[in-house]
Structures are given as structure tokens and as C-alpha cells.
């Protein structure tokens, strides 16, 4: 399955999704995101998108080049948070994300983390 393709199947499960009655359930989800990704605006914007979707929180700099997002809130929108990261910001060559379920901490924030 082509990129687009997949983008375009989340896309349409993830519009169903915030159309489903009943409430999401929460998670939280660890990100790393490798690739050239330090020194192009990756935290600032990545706090920005999770701000906008409403989930909760931080992102911040591994001392391997890397950078680690670790976000709170239904599954739908942590899908959509990771589409963005595969993306990243303009400047950002990202390699590979990948991710892992951890235990929900009910922050109600998001953060850079230095």
C-alpha cells in the first residue's frame, strides 16, 4: 500500500471516528521520531499541533539526534499526531516514527521539555 493511500485510509477513520457518539477512551502514546529532525523547529511545532488537537503531554531532544514525543488523548488524534510527525515541520527530513503504548498520566498540558 502506497503512502497516500494509507495516509488517505487513516484520514477516513479518523473523520469517522469524531463522528462516533460515544467517547473516546484515552491513551498515551511514545513517539520517536529519527531523521534529521534537531535544529529545524521540530519541538515548536510539534507542541503547536498537539495544542491544536487538545492532546496532552511533551516533546523533547535525545542526545542521539533524535526527538521523543510522548502525548496523551483519544487514538483517533494520536493517529493524526503521528502522521504529522512523520511529516514534521518544513526543514525536517524524518527517516522513520515509531511508537509505543505507555500509561496514561492524565496530564491536562503539553510542554517542551529541554
Known amino acids: 500500500m502506497g503512502r ?6 487513516v484520514r477516513q477513520w479518523i473523520k469517522s471516528e469524531r463522528t462516533d457518539p460515544n467517547p473516546p477512551r484515552s491513551e498515551r502514546w ?3 521520531i529519527r531523521g534529521q529532525v534537531q535544529g529545524v523547529g521540530y519541538r ?3 507542541c503547536r499541533k498537539a495544542k491544536e488537537l487538545g492532546l496532552s503531554g ?3 531532544n535525545l542526545s542521539d539526534g533524535s526527538v521523543e ?3 496523551e488523548g483519544p487514538a483517533y488524534l494520536l493517529t493524526e ?7 514534521g515541520p518544513r526543514g525536517a527530513e524524518v527517516l ?3 511508537h ?3 500509561p496514561c498520566l492524565q496530564e491536562d498540558w503539553f510542554e517542551v521539555r529541554h
Not at 4 to 9: F, L
Not at 81 to 87: F, G, N
Request: proline letters at 0%; aromatic letters at 6%; glycine letters at 10%.
Open 44 to 46: 515548536a511545532s510539534c
Open 58 to 60: 511533551w516533546v523533547r
Open 4 to 9: 497516500g493511500t494509507r495516509t488517505a485510509k
Open 69 to 71: 514525543v510522548q502525548a
Open 100 to 102: 509505543g503504548q505507555l
Open 81 to 87: 499526531m503521528r502522521l504529522w510527525c512523520e511529516r
Open 96 to 98: 522513520g516514527v515509531s
Open 30 to 32: 511514545q513517539l520517536l
